[in-house]
């Protein structure tokens, strides 16, 4: 087989102090890996070489944002961001239907779907992973379905950050008591896609073709799972230096990690809370 590898890496790192005593460092990073794989066999025929099976594979990742959503409360029994997610697959299919040329040329037809109870463009159903693929990332990041981009790999990485001031010893009864105090805060968030591949059936001639036995449309990738994680290291920690050299350390942290697996519709939400004394 014919194996190209290729690789786009990018990470930034700005620096800044809009004040004095207040450091913000802001960072980002995007990771891009594919795999293009086809065989070649020699047709007697024509006295050439013809390409069979291409495929294209790989991975992703980049730092995102979605701390719009990361204090919405949830229990065992409800969420309003899954409820989000729910409302989201209409819009994201339609959207999805209405961007295919072919599928308002040649299907445009609505059908009644029984998982979502409600109709949805045909082909393009509330269990189609393109759906649910956008209908998740909107909800759980806080976005608007009806404007996030529908592109499984955006081109620019999300900032985060990390956030330090120590200028409260400059008041001068801190400053009698402590040598240095130091308040910190810290983002981190991470887009991933484990695993994609291009679908080996689909045909950008013919963008409506449907599964076997099926009336999903084929989507152009393959994906297995895509995770969301965001961590909050810390949301907020004190550093504390006493004149007699003892110190001591306060520090909340908050994490949470959503993952969404295609291979059978599962979404996995971890939260974890940690307070930890030093």
Do not use: C
């Not at 955006?154 to 001031?165: G, H």
């Amino acid at each position: 087989p014919y194996v190209r590898r290729k690789t786009e890496t990018m990470n930034y790192r700005v620096n800044t102090e809009p004040l004095p005593g207040i450091k913000i460092d802001f960072t980002g990073n995007r990771s891009y890996a594919e795999n293009l794989q086809h065989y070649f066999r020699y047709n007697w025929s024509t006295n050439n070489f013809d390409i069979f099976t291409p495929t294209n594979n790989g991975n992703f990742s980049m730092s995102y944002f979605m701390a719009g959503t990361a204090f919405v409360s949830s229990d065992s029994t409800s969420s309003r961001l899954f409820d989000n997610l729910m409302e989201n697959r209409k819009i994201i299919a339609e959207r999805i239907a209405r961007n295919n040329p072919q599928w308002i040329e040649n299907v445009n037809e609505y059908t009644f779907d029984s998982i979502a109870g409600d109709y949805f463009p045909k082909g393009y159903g509330s269990s189609s992973m393109d759906v649910l693929l956008y209908s998740f990332i909107a909800a759980y990041t806080g976005q608007d379905a009806e404007k996030i981009s529908l592109n499984p790999f955006p081109r620019i990485p999300l900032p985060n950050w990390n956030l330090t001031y120590n200028g409260l010893t400059n008041i001068p009864s801190i400053s009698k008591i402590f040598k240095t105090v130091s308040i910190s805060h810290s983002y981190k968030s991470n887009y991933a896609i484990n695993s994609w591949a291009t679908n080996v059936y689909y045909n950008e001639n013919n963008s409506v073709q449907t599964f076997e036995n099926s009336d999903i449309i084929i989507p152009k990738y393959g994906i297995s799972q895509i995770v969301l994680n965001e961590q909050f290291a810390p949301l907020i920690g004190v550093d504390l230096g006493l004149q007699n050299s003892m110190t001591f350390n306060l520090q909340f942290k908050k994490s949470r990690t959503l993952t969404l697996s295609f291979a059978n519709n599962q979404l996995t939400e971890v939260n974890a809370r940690e307070i930890v004394v030093g």
